[in-house]
């Protein structure tokens, strides 16, 4: 089995080349990085292959098995094409969206990144510290906006535009309302539907 020496070495390139480009900060050269990465796999791919041979269904199964090609390395490339072209839409559509939202394709760091990255050892374990200490852990909370307010359940009775069609295992008790204000339960109604 001859290898190619060009194909080794242009693999080489792409492979470098492509992990160069996917280290920058724009989503473009991250893209064009994936692609050149895609490539150098898929010609690597080619290169584990060796040399070519005849298919395995040519001469109606009378040729030797050292004379055919192998099919592994061929349906390996078939899938990192398939990959490389799925990752690369969705880059793409990062890249549109990112444009435009903010005119520009490069990623910043976050406040809280960088302040995370600048904090010294002690202020890590004092941040630890406070994030485990917590004075109502069993309270269930319903995150709106930056205040945390109590879960309220809702019934169908405290609304009127609330309609409770969920399926249930047991048999459903209406809650009507009369109108001295007291809340009347029958348990006979069945079914709300």
Excluded: K
């Amino acid at each position: 089995m001859s290898i190619s020496l060009v194909l080794v070495i242009v693999m080489a390139v792409l492979f470098a080349c492509g992990v160069y480009a996917m280290l920058e900060r724009s989503l473009t050269r991250v893209l064009i990085g994936f692609l050149l990465l895609g490539n150098a796999a898929n010609l690597l791919l080619l290169v584990v292959m060796g040399a070519p041979g005849r298919a395995p269904f040519y001469d109606g199964g009378e040729t030797d098995a050292a004379d055919m090609s192998d099919a592994l390395p061929q349906a390996l490339t078939l899938t990192a094409i398939v990959i490389t072209f799925s990752i690369s839409a969705f880059l793409l559509a990062l890249i549109y969206r990112s444009w435009q939202l903010g005119q520009a394709d490069t990623v910043i760091d976050d406040a809280d990144d960088v302040a995370l990255r600048t904090r010294t050892a002690e202020e890590v374990e004092d941040a630890m510290d406070e994030e485990s200490r917590s004075d109502d852990e069993d309270v269930t909370t319903d995150f709106v906006g930056d205040v945390a307010n109590p879960i309220r359940v809702l019934h169908q009775g405290d609304l009127s535009q609330l309609v409770d069609d969920a399926p249930v295992d047991r048999v459903a008790v209406r809650r009507e309302t009369d109108d001295a204000g007291a809340d009347s339960r029958d348990p006979q109604d069945g079914d709300r539907s």
